[in-house]
């Protein structure tokens, strides 16, 4: 345990500013239970009360929890999630925020990346940069996305609030992940065009780029690498799951592409899409699933004005 104490004392005490006497929950499953203890460690160490609940392994992001964590978890002042399945889109997550629970979801977490990369990051130098990024989102009315891979996307953002995922949670029902570091927004439902074609990770691969087609802001068809895995998990979560759920951009200068989506999405010069459910930060859609795909090298502008060029910030 002793060398996930440092990214775990990280994520207590910079960024959920935990207190003593305050009560911490960390959920987690079977295959993350190790670093499920290192944040209880870390939690006692500042005198928190702490509590850990073992759930079985779930079946996809976006799953609900059982009905028992999603209690416990409105009566907590904190929660960690470190799962392999995310909890960050459900309704569990978004009632315990609405309680006043400071959550910190954590999904795929592995011991390597408690042990280097974004989860060590400056996180003052992160929040400050995602909040330019998020500024400017929510003064755009119109986003257009193309890599030299193929993606060319189009889609409105008018009205929508888009969310800072800084790795500071400090208030009564901030969120996110960790490790942190992107700035969010749920698109308006029906606006996106185009392809995406996502040569970073999703489905939590490396493995050849998966295209996708959006037609009217929907998933229309998926072709090349893990496609017929990912055709799959959507099309157990029901019609919903082809939503285009998510468009967002990487703010974290220590994060690596690794071939796993919490940290290969915080990835500064990335930008992810994810198909599914929004309905937790801005959106109409619940689709009991929410997956991530990133692409890399992106130009994007919003409002035709250039805000990314090749994967550089123009902020």
């Given at each position: 345990?002793?060398?996930?104490?440092?990214?775990?004392?990280?994520?207590?005490?910079?960024?959920?500013?935990?207190?003593?006497?305050?009560?911490?929950?960390?959920?987690?499953?079977?295959?993350?239970?190790?670093?499920?203890?290192?944040?209880?460690?870390?939690?006692?160490?500042?005198?928190?009360?702490?509590?850990?609940?073992?759930?079985?392994?779930?079946?996809?992001?976006?799953?609900?929890?059982?009905?028992?964590?999603?209690?416990?978890?409105?009566?907590?002042?904190?929660?960690?999630?470190?799962?392999?399945?995310?909890?960050?889109?459900?309704?569990?997550?978004?009632?315990?925020?609405?309680?006043?629970?400071?959550?910190?979801?954590?999904?795929?977490?592995?011991?390597?990346?408690?042990?280097?990369?974004?989860?060590?990051?400056?996180?003052?130098?992160?929040?400050?940069?995602?909040?330019?990024?998020?500024?400017?989102?929510?003064?755009?009315?119109?986003?257009?996305?193309?890599?030299?891979?193929?993606?060319?996307?189009?889609?409105?953002?008018?009205?929508?609030?888009?969310?800072?995922?800084?790795?500071?949670?400090?208030?009564?029902?901030?969120?996110?992940?960790?490790?942190?570091?992107?700035?969010f927004i749920a698109p308006i439902e029906g606006t996106a065009?185009?392809?995406?074609?996502?040569?970073?990770?999703?489905?939590?691969?490396?493995?050849?780029?998966?295209?996708?087609?959006?037609?009217?802001?929907?998933?229309?068809?998926?072709?090349?690498?893990?496609?017929?895995?990912?055709?799959?998990?959507?099309?157990?979560?029901?019609?919903?799951?082809?939503?285009?759920?998510?468009?967002?951009?990487?703010?974290?200068?220590?994060?690596?592409?690794?071939?796993?989506?919490?940290?290969?999405?915080?990835?500064?010069?990335?930008?992810?899409?994810?198909?599914?459910?929004?309905?937790?930060?801005?959106?109409?859609?619940?689709?009991?699933?929410?997956?991530?795909?990133?692409?890399?090298?992106?130009?994007?502008?919003?409002?035709?004005?250039?805000?990314?060029?090749?994967?550089?910030?123009?902020?």
């Amino acid at each position: 345990m002793r060398e996930l104490l440092k990214g775990a004392r990280i994520a207590v005490e910079i960024c959920m500013s935990v207190k003593s006497g305050e009560r911490v929950l960390v959920v987690t499953d079977p295959p993350r239970r190790k670093i499920a203890e290192a944040l209880l460690e870390a939690a006692r160490i500042v005198g928190a009360k702490t509590m850990l609940i073992c759930m079985p392994t779930g079946t996809r992001h976006g799953g609900e929890p059982p009905k028992i964590v999603g209690q416990a978890m409105r009566t907590a002042d904190v929660v960690f999630a470190p799962t392999t399945y995310s909890l960050t889109h459900t309704q569990a997550r978004l009632k315990a925020c609405e309680a006043g629970a400071r959550v910190a979801t954590m999904p795929m977490i592995t011991e390597t990346i408690m042990q280097r990369g974004a989860m060590l990051a400056d996180y003052k130098q992160v929040s400050k940069l995602t909040r330019k990024v998020v500024n400017l989102f929510d003064k755009a009315s119109e986003v257009e996305v193309r890599t030299r891979a193929g993606t060319h996307l189009t889609f409105s953002i008018e009205g929508r609030r888009s969310h800072p995922d800084t790795g500071i949670f400090h208030k009564p029902g901030d969120y996110g992940n960790l490790p942190a570091g992107e700035a969010f927004i749920a698109p308006i439902e029906g606006t996106a065009e185009g392809k995406v074609v996502v040569d970073g990770s999703m489905v939590d691969t490396l493995r050849g780029a998966i295209e996708i087609l959006i037609e009217r802001g929907m998933a229309v068809k998926i072709s090349g690498g893990p496609a017929r895995k990912l055709t799959k998990m959507l099309e157990e979560a029901g019609a919903k799951a082809r939503n285009l759920a998510e468009f967002g951009m990487g703010t974290n200068p220590k994060a690596r592409l690794i071939g796993n989506v919490l940290e290969d999405e915080k990835v500064l010069g990335t930008c992810h899409i994810a198909l599914g459910d929004n309905s937790t930060f801005g959106g109409r859609v619940r689709a009991g699933i929410h997956v991530d795909g990133i692409f890399l090298k992106p130009t994007v502008k919003f409002d035709e004005k250039m805000i990314m060029e090749r994967g550089k910030l123009k902020v």
